[in-house]
């Protein structure tokens, strides 16, 4: 199973950047349909972004859509979140997530993913 590392998070002004990276190893990174979701306090998680494993197709929920590019590198096993004028709605802990099928059916629902991170927190300041 494949084990996942998030980092970048941080405290940032509203209209501010971040990048969030999410690091992979023991499994065959390049066949993972990966997921970005997030976690605000006393909220269910929900799904933030993803890409397939070719970078064909990426997805994105609603509220995100615009400020937000996923990204995904296959020889450095890493996938990437580029997170621009961000909002303090977007105050949460955020979630690296792989599933290992290539499909991407269901890629919006948590059950689809069997491999999480330990979540990396983004604060935003008004």
């Known amino acids: 199973q494949v084990q996942l590392v998030e980092s970048g998070g941080g405290l940032v002004q509203a209209g501010g950047s971040l990048r969030l990276s999410c690091a992979a190893s023991?499994?065959?990174?390049?066949?993972?349909?990966m997921g970005w979701f997030r976690q605000a306090p006393g909220k269910e998680r929900e799904f933030v972004a993803a890409?397939?494993?070719?970078?064909?197709?990426?997805y994105y929920a609603d509220a995100v859509k615009g400020r937000f590019a996923i990204s995904r590198d296959n020889a450095k096993n890493t996938v990437y979140l580029q997170i621009d004028s961000l909002k303090p709605e977007d105050t949460a802990v955020y979630y690296c997530?792989?599933?290992?099928?290539?499909?991407?059916?269901?890629?919006?629902?948590?059950?689809?993913?069997?491999?999480w991170g330990q979540g990396t927190q983004v604060t935003v300041s008004s």
């Open positions: 890409i397939n494993y070719s970078s064909d197709n990426t």
């Open positions: 997530a792989a599933s290992p099928f290539r499909d991407s059916n269901l890629y919006y629902t948590t059950t689809r993913y069997k491999s």
């Open positions: 023991g499994g065959t990174f390049s066949s993972y349909l």
